[in-house]
Structures are given as C-alpha cells and as structure tokens.
C-alpha cells in the first residue's frame, strides 16, 4: 500500500517563501507528483520528479529524495493568488496514483 | 475537446435515488480515475480504468457504487440507492501511457438531499 504524510495547513506571507513537505510510504514507486487545486477547482498539474534532486519552473520548485521517501514543493514571491491547496501525490506504477490529503496554503499581505 | 469533460455539473437528488455520473477523458488517454471529494477534504480514490478493465476496484466505499468504461473512453460512475454521505464532488481524471500525469475534469458535484 501507500501512505503520504503532508501538513494539512500553512500561512505565508506575500512575497516570502514557503518549502511545504511531504513524506511517503510505497509498496512501489516511480516518482512524486505536485498538484494545485484552488477552492471549488479542480487539481492541476504543477511537477513531477522521477529522479533525486531539485527541479525549478519558474517560481515553483520540486524537490525528491527517493531514499528518504522525502519530497518538498518550494513557492517563491509568493502572491495572493498562491492561495490554494497544494497536493503530493505518489506514483506507485503502472499509473496508479496516491494522493495525500493536501496542505492547505494561505498567503497574507 | 481538448480537456477531460465531465456531466452533468451539478446533480441534487434525494435520498433512495440512483445517479449516473458521466466522464469523457482526453481522447487517445488509456487511464482513466474517479476521486471523491467531500468538502474540504482531500481526494479519495474510488477506481481506475487501464482501457475498458478496472485493475483496481479498491477504494469504491461499498457495493452500492459502481463503474464501467465502454470503448475505452467514456466512463460511467453510478451510485445506487444514494445516501446523504454520498454527497461530494466526483472528479474524473485520465493519463495517457507514455506518463502518469492525471489531467482532472471540472467535477460532477452531487447533493443528496
């Protein structure tokens, strides 16, 4: 089976960074998904990291250890549309996906 | 289209009735996944499709639930006897082989009065 482990919410202020972290558990794995999903929107694809390391899109960068069992999502100049839920979700083959509860980002002024 | 559709939108129903909920994912995609989403809470898995086949039938909540997926691309989630707890929304996703990114629908959001 799988089990992600990712806070259930965070405040940030505008303009800051926020590293939000999430930890798995997997009877198998190809590698660890971020999703946002705004209020009463559907989840969108923001990365995806097969390999160790740090990937950077823009604001947004993904981190994955994979003996760690270990991943974070790092924001950057956060603003306000920043709000949102962000999920992990893990990739255990043969696309079956698991995704943990989302960590709830809240950006202040 | 270009995106994963779903309908209807919204669906109030009461208590006793059965819903079909409908899912057309990106043409050409070979998965397909339903998730609930109650409110504020994260996404359960309920089933997945590989083509026409549900490899995994593990998170559907009871046996009032069910799904099908015919041709390999429409698919049809339909709650029998429906009860107050069923209401939530019922998102549909699918990927394509070559990589396991899951493109969501807009959601099906079911009341059960």
């Known amino acids: 089976g799988q089990n992600i482990d990712q806070p259930t919410e965070m405040t940030a202020t505008e303009g800051a960074i926020v590293q939000i972290n999430c930890t798995y558990q997997?009877?198998?794995?190809?590698?660890l998904f971020w999703y946002q999903q705004h209020a009463g929107e559907a989840p969108t694809f923001l990365s995806y990291n097969v390999l160790d390391g740090l990937e950077e899109k823009g604001r947004f960068s993904s981190f994955l250890s994979r003996s760690k069992g270990y991943s974070y999502l790092l924001l950057k100049e956060l603003q306000m549309k920043d709000s949102a839920s962000y999920l992990c979700a893990a990739s255990g083959g043969y696309q079956k996906v698991t995704f943990g509860i989302g960590t709830k980002l809240q950006v202040i002024p | 289209g270009a995106g994963v559709s779903q309908s209807p939108s919204n669906k109030v129903t009461e208590k006793g009735k059965d819903v079909e909920l409908r899912c057309d994912p990106i043409s050409g995609h070979t998965a397909l996944y339903w998730y609930r989403q109650s409110l504020g809470q994260g996404l359960e898995f309920l089933i997945y499709f590989q083509g026409n086949s549900a490899p995994d039938k593990s998170g559907l909540p009871s046996d009032r639930f069910s799904a099908e997926r015919t041709g390999g691309s429409v698919s049809t989630l339909t709650i029998q006897r429906t009860q107050q707890e069923d209401s939530a929304v019922y998102l549909c996703a699918s990927s394509s082989q070559r990589t396991d990114t899951q493109y969501f629908g807009p959601g099906t959001r079911l009341t059960v009065l």
């Open positions: 997997t009877s198998g794995f190809n590698g």
